[in-house]
């Protein structure tokens, strides 16, 4: 079972910063892939950042240049460092990992956290 707990979403200008913070916990399995996710009202859930399973980062199109993830594995926590934000950047972002577990590992779950509302005012 994994837990995710998010924090750093608010209300911030145009042009303003904001860092999002996605620490994780479990047992009896292995996270191997970990990134954020974003859903604005009427509009469907797309990845924003995420590490891959080789520790190679992807970014979405809109973000790039702006958004930068990383991540501290001693704390087992993944950051969001927002930057030059846009109104178009308001929604409700997720943390989500992919963990397996088993004896083989071949038993694979998504697990998200339940999100964090970043408002970005004109």
């Known amino acids: 079972q994994v837990q995710l707990v998010e924090s750093g979403g608010g209300l911030v200008p145009a042009g303003g910063s904001l860092r999002l913070s996605c620490a994780a916990s479990?047992?009896?399995?292995?996270?191997?892939?970990v990134g954020w996710y974003r859903q604005a009202p009427g509009k469907q859930r797309e990845l924003v950042a995420g590490f891959t399973s080789d520790g190679s980062t992807n970014y979405a199109d809109s973000v790039k240049g702006r958004f930068t993830i990383s991540r501290d594995n001693a704390e087992n926590t993944v950051y969001l460092q927002m930057n030059s934000l846009k109104p178009e950047d308001t929604a409700v972002y997720y943390c989500?990992?992919?963990?397996?577990?088993?004896?083989?590992?071949?038993?694979?779950?998504?697990?998200w956290g339940p999100g964090t509302q970043v408002t970005v005012s004109s």
């Open positions: 989500n990992a992919r963990a397996a577990s088993g004896r083989t590992a071949s038993f694979v779950s998504d697990y």
């Open positions: 479990g047992s009896n399995v292995r996270i191997y892939r």
